[in-house]
T-cell receptor, first 114, second 115 residues
Framework: AQSVSQHNHHVILSEAASLELGCNYS??????LFWYVQYPGQHLQLLLK??????LVKGIKGFEAEFIKSKFSFNLRKPSVQWSDTAEYFC????????????FGTGTRLQVFP | DAGVIQSPRHEVTEMGQEVTLRCKPI?????LFWYRQTMMRGLELLIY????????DSGMPEDRFSAKMPNASFSTLKIQPSEPRDSAVYFC?????????????FGPGTRLLVL
């Protein structure tokens, strides 16, 4: 069965610090990968996604993620965080052509202090 | 597009009452998902539909929960009778599978409090 692991449960950074959130998945075949962001009190919004092609994916608000197939990883990065990036970040995976379910990680809570 | 629409946005009810949550998916989307989010359990998939047909309801916690999708533009999630442990945020999401590239879009959620 597919699963997603987010090892960083809570990350605290100062503004302008660099960010990297880990995401590893377990599935042997082709996958679609997603990062969603949930700002306090709001719904999940798509940050970026990977289906195929260039493994370095750029999303909204300066975020990017790199798909490394050999490591089963899809880590999220941002070179310089802002206070407004304070939110919870969810990694998710599904298998194209297979089950339609998105498998979510447990989420990483990011707090950015001015 | 207006996005996924959910109503009500907030619901406060007493234990034992029936609760009905509503969702309107994005027009043209043929998949609809119901999720529940709590601090303790995170984000859980309850049930999803494809072309109005329930495909997987293995996440529905108990018989007190039921979901329907009578047409392509409307779905309900009903809890009867409700219990305090059902307090959570319930999200609806929809998607369309195009060439295997399916992206789920989430609604604003219904924040349910059962007293």
């Amino acid at each position: 069965a597919q699963s997603v692991s987010q090892h960083n449960h809570h990350v605290i950074l100062s503004e302008a610090a660099s960010l990297e959130l880990g995401c590893n998945y377990s599935y042997g075949g082709t996958v679609n990968l997603f990062w969603y962001v949930q700002y306090p009190g709001q719904h999940l919004q798509l940050l970026l996604k990977y289906f195929s092609g260039d493994p370095l994916v750029k999303g909204i608000k300066g975020f990017e993620a790199e798909f490394i197939k050999s490591k089963f990883s899809f880590n999220l990065r941002k070179p310089s965080v802002q206070w407004s990036d304070t939110a919870e970040y969810f990694c998710a995976v599904n298998a194209p052509g297979g089950t339609d379910k998105l498998i979510f990680g447990t989420g990483t809570r990011l707090q950015v202090f001015p | 597009d207006a996005g996924v629409i959910q109503s009500p946005r907030h619901e406060v009810t007493e234990m034992g009452q029936e609760v009905t949550l509503r969702c309107k998916p994005i027009s043209g989307h043929d998949y609809l998902f119901w999720y529940r989010q709590t601090m303790m359990r995170g984000l859980e998939l309850l049930i999803y539909f494809n072309n109005n047909v329930p495909i997987d309801d293995s996440g529905m916690p108990e018989d007190r929960f039921s979901a329907k999708m009578p047409n392509a533009s409307f779905s309900t999630l009903k809890i009867q009778p409700s219990e305090p442990r059902d307090s959570a945020v319930y999200f609806c999401a929809s998607s369309s599978r195009t060439g295997g590239q399916e992206t789920q879009y989430f609604g604003p959620g219904t924040r349910l409090l059962v007293l």
